[in-house]
């Protein structure tokens, strides 16, 4: 999907005022898998993020074998003190493996990997989110 699909999607399904449980509800009504998706600890300032990561249907797994790209978009959602998503930001990036070793990315420094989580989630969910 390009950024304007993501930002349409966004826009329509994902209102600002929904609660944590209403957006994991719509993701799951849209079929968005939340196998990788993080919750951050709220910030000083009483925000809090959750991250979904989504891959294209292929899935986040290499092709052994050969060089090749996987991409992936990044999608905070970011909640207010009262618990009400404030705003959903998009953060396109990839990862470049060789040989089945990761050359290169993803472009954002990431927390140890955790579950199914490769590289892991991002340190900052809005670092670069637009």
Not at 35 to 43: E, G, K, N, R
Not at 65 to 91: H, M, R, W
Not at 103 to 118: A, H, V
Request: charged share 15%; hydrophobic share 30%; net charge negative.
């Amino acid at each position: 999907m390009s950024d304007a699909q993501y930002r349409q999607v966004l826009a329509a399904d994902f209102p600002p005022g929904m609660t944590l449980d209403q957006v994991k509800t719509e993701l799951k009504t849209l079929s968005v898998s939340q196998d990788f998706a993080h919750l951050y600890p709220p910030s000083p300032n009483g925000q809090q993020v959750y991250l979904v990561r989504t891959y294209p249907p292929t899935g986040p797994w290499p092709q052994f074998g050969a060089d090749s790209n996987v991409e992936f978009v990044d999608i905070s959602y970011v909640f207010g003190p009262d618990g009400k998503l404030q705003q959903s930001l998009i953060y396109r990036d990839g990862i470049r493996y060789g040989n089945g070793m990761i050359m290169d990315g993803p472009s954002r420094t990431g927390l140890e990997p955790q579950g199914r989580w490769m590289t892991g989630p991002p340190a900052n969910p809005l670092e670069g989110a637009f």
